[in-house]
């Protein structure tokens, strides 16, 4: 279904640039940030919009060498594209670009830059985990949730730490790397509790206006407690006891 309207979208849309012709004074953009932290969602939001171009991982290692191809790939975001889209954006990763790359992407400085992040670092890397063991990394046919059983997960207490600090030294790089830049920084856990004031938020600082709440087509996909989904949890609740990350266990 997602993708019969992603095709039916784009069919409508370049209808209508025979119309109304194709230009490029378009807002461009990147979402950027972690797996796990409602990126889908937040991409789905876009892509309800008809006046937003939203691409995926366009730099990501299924579609290219990562250090190869970027001046291919972001070539995509400044095409020509029917009136009627106010915005092109693409979602971006701490770990689809090589620094060099990096630097390459923020001399683009037309850029508006939506920073992604969640608070509880914990619960991102179960939901990473839960995904790679399961291979759902999308929740949209919820008659068929995957059971609590299969997606219960085992956190190695040693590395936990170095991949905790390993997201917030991205996410401290991200605000450094954009701080003159119009950037909006938005929390999972405000998209999920707040979803429509963030959701128009987020479709207001690209520069269009509307977008479809009906064509939402994703949900929590690990709503349990964590004591629940890590199968190792009192190791983990250890490791965590009396550091700043503590709170991260609910």
């Not at 025979?18 to 409602?38: I, L």
């Not at 937040?42 to 691409?55: C, G, I, Y």
């Not at 206006?209 to 996909?221: A, D, H, L, T, V």
Request: a positive charge.
């Amino acid at each position: 279904m997602v993708r019969l309207h992603t095709a039916l979208k784009a069919a409508s849309l370049w209808a209508m640039s025979y119309a109304s012709g194709v230009h490029t004074k378009y807002t461009r953009f990147a979402v950027v940030g972690h797996a796990r932290t409602g990126s889908n969602l937040l991409l789905d939001v876009f892509r309800s919009s008809p006046e937003v171009e939203m691409f995926h991982e366009i730099f990501s290692a299924d579609n290219r060498v990562i250090g190869q191809g970027f001046n291919e790939h972001i070539n995509r975001l400044y095409a020509g594209y029917p009136r009627c889209i106010r915005a092109v954006g693409c979602k971006i990763f701490y770990n689809h670009l090589t620094n060099q790359e990096w630097s390459e992407f923020e001399q683009h400085k037309e850029f508006k830059i939506i920073h992604l992040i969640r608070r509880n670092r914990l619960r991102t890397l179960v939901s990473l985990a839960i995904a790679f063991k399961t291979d759902v990394w999308l929740q949209t046919n919820f008659r068929k949730k995957v059971p609590l059983e299969k997606k219960r997960v085992y956190l190695d207490p040693e590395s936990l730490f170095t991949q905790i600090m390993q997201i917030e030294s991205w996410e401290s790089q991200t605000r450094a790397r954009f701080a003159h830049r119009d950037v909006l920084e938005i929390c999972y856990e405000d998209l999920v509790t707040d979803f429509e004031a963030v959701a128009s938020e987020a479709i207001g600082f690209v520069g269009a206006k509307r977008w479809n709440p009906n064509r939402i087509g994703y949900k929590k996909q690990n709503p349990e407690p964590l004591d629940q989904l890590i199968s190792n949890f009192p190791e983990v609740s250890h490791a965590l006891k009396n550091t700043p990350w503590e709170q991260y266990l609910e």
